[in-house]
């Protein structure tokens, strides 16, 4: 029966920074998704903040592009998710956490858009009456609907939810401080106008997403280069 062969120290060395490697395969990101959805947000409150400011409309709502953005997410996943050979414990936390966050980012949409008109018709079903609102200049009366405050605000506290966990799960500084930045923007959202709001979704975008997604997207190039 042959000996084992013994490993001398320069390639045990080897062999453990190899395996190392291998392991961190499984946590690695492209970051490809990151800059998509930082690129879409920021630019979708940048054009917002600019139609206001100058009261233009660029003829559609171009917050659809957010929407739009699924289609190649979902590629984007299966390519991902083919590539990866393990999936560690961790990993898939991290993938629930950001499935629940697009799922939450949806039921937000939803109630935005469907409680203003359920108010409305419930406030004139059962008080057979409305709401009205008078300006002080012309006095003239005109009747109120309904609408949820600072909505800006609610998207930007859920933003800040996924980035949070993944920076601090992972240790990465970029999606840490994104994080962080992005609760700085829901504090100053509760002071500001809608206009600002438009504005401050965009730095959101930038900062929570798309700067941490280049900084990975560059360290994956690198890492497959080395």
């Not at 395969?25 to 940048?46: D, Y």
């Not at 590539?83 to 039921?107: C, P, Q, R």
């Not at 405050?149 to 970029?174: C, E």
Request: charged share 15%; hydrophobic share 50%; net charge neutral.
């Amino acid at each position: 029966m042959a000996e084992d062969k013994q490993l001398n120290p320069q390639e045990s060395l080897q062999l453990i920074t190899e395996t190392i490697q291998k392991a961190k395969g499984g946590f690695h990101e492209t970051g490809v998704s990151a800059i998509l959805w930082g690129s879409v947000v920021s630019i979708a409150g940048l054009v917002s903040f600019v139609e206001v400011y100058f009261n233009f409309y660029i003829g559609f709502d171009i917050w659809l592009i957010v929407l739009a953005a699924i289609i190649p997410q979902i590629f984007i996943s299966i390519k991902e998710n083919k590539n990866k050979k393990v999936i560690a414990h961790d990993e898939k936390f991290l993938d629930a956490t950001w499935m629940v966050y697009g799922i939450s980012i949806f039921a937000l949409i939803f109630y935005i858009n469907i409680v203003p008109g359920v108010s409305e018709q419930m406030i004139t079903h059962y008080d057979n009456s409305q709401l009205f609102t008078k300006n002080i200049t012309t006095n003239e009366l005109t009747i109120w609907k309904p609408y949820i405050f600072s909505q800006s605000s609610l998207y930007l506290i859920l933003f800040s939810i996924p980035t949070l966990v993944t920076g601090i799960a992972r240790k990465f500084k970029p999606m840490l401080l994104g994080g962080l930045f992005c609760l700085v923007f829901f504090i100053t959202s509760c002071y500001t106008t809608n206009l600002w709001d438009m504005l401050l979704l965009a730095l959101a975008g930038i900062f929570n997403w798309l700067i941490p997604g280049l900084i990975l997207r560059s360290r994956f190039l690198k890492g497959k280069t080395c």
